[in-house]
C-alpha cells in the first residue's frame, strides 16, 4: 500500500541525473508515494553547492532521500533502504544467487560506469583538463562500450528473462534503463548490445518507468 503522505518520503533530485532517475523507478515499482524536492545541479553555479543542501548531503550529490527525519544518500543505499522498509513488490529476487547477480548488475553501472561519465567528471575533463567536446565524447563511449559489453553477456543467460532477471522488472532494471538514457544523450553506439536495447524498449512502455523519465519531472527543462 502506498505510504501516508503525512510519512511519505521526500527525495531530493534533478530530473537529468541518471542515479535520481534509479531511485524514481525504485520508488514507482515499489508503489510507495514521495514528495519531490528538486535540485538544480547548474543553475546559480548548483544549488547542490549551497550550504541548505549540503546540511542534507555533505557530498552535494543526488539523490538523496528523506524518511522519518533521516536521510539516506547514494542511489544504491536508497534502492536498499525502499527494500527493507517497503518489503511489498520486491526489486531483488528470493534466492541468494539471483540477488547476487542482480546486485552485480547494479554495482557494475553504478561503481564502473556513471562514476566516469558523471556531470562532475565531464565539467572537471572541460574546465580544468581543456579537454575538447569530441576527447569528452568519446571518454564517455568509452566507459560505456566497457561496461556495457560486460553487461550484455551477463543478459545472455538463462536468468535473464523478459527482464534483466526474469519476467518482472527489479534493481538491474532501475539502474540499466538511466544509463541507456545517458549513452543515447551521448550518441553511443548501442547496437552491439541488442539484450540491453530489448530490455529497454520492453521497460518503457511500463507506466513506472514512464512515471520516471526524465522528461515527465516536473523541472524538467529540454
Given at each position: ?103 552485480s548488475i547494479a554495482h557494475s553501472i553504478a561503481s564502473e560506469i556513471q562514476p ?14 581543456g579537454q575538447t567536446e569530441e576527447s569528452v565524447r568519446e571518454w564517455y563511449s ?81
Amino acid at each position: 500500500m502506498p505510504e501516508n503522505k503525512t510519512t511519505a518520503p521526500i527525495l531530493y533530485s534533478y530530473w537529468r541525473s541518471s542515479s535520481s532517475y534509479r531511485v524514481r523507478i525504485a520508488l514507482g515499482l515499489k508503489g510507495v508515494e514521495y514528495e519531490l524536492a528538486p535540485v538544480h545541479l547548474v543553475r546559480n553555479g548548483g544549488e547542490q553547492n549551497q550550504p541548505a543542501y549540503r546540511e542534507i548531503n555533505p557530498l552535494g550529490l543526488v539523490p538523496a532521500l528523506k524518511h522519518h527525519g533521516r536521510v539516506v544518500v547514494q542511489s544504491l543505499a536508497i534502492c536498499e533502504y525502499l527494500e527493507e522498509v517497503f518489503p511489498s513488490s520486491p526489486l531483488l529476487p528470493a534466492d541468494k544467487a539471483g540477488r547476487a547477480r542482480v546486485r552485480s548488475i547494479a554495482h557494475s553501472i553504478a561503481s564502473e560506469i556513471q562514476p566516469m561519465n558523471n556531470l562532475g567528471v565531464m565539467q572537471y575533463l572541460k574546465n580544468e583538463m581543456g579537454q575538447t567536446e569530441e576527447s569528452v565524447r568519446e571518454w564517455y563511449s568509452y566507459w560505456v562500450k566497457r561496461g556495457f559489453s560486460a553487461i550484455e553477456a551477463w543478459l545472455e543467460s538463462q536468468d535473464t528473462g523478459r527482464f534483466c532477471h526474469a519476467d518482472a522488472p527489479g534493481l538491474a532494471d532501475c539502474f540499466l534503463i538511466p544509463q541507456v538514457y545517458n549513452a543515447e544523450r551521448f550518441d553511443c553506439d548501442l547496437e552491439p548490445y541488442p539484450h540491453i536495447m530489448k530490455i529497454t524498449s520492453l521497460c518503457r512502455e511500463l507506466p513506472e518507468f514512464i512515471a520516471a523519465a526524465p522528461e515527465n519531472q516536473p523541472d524538467t527543462q529540454l
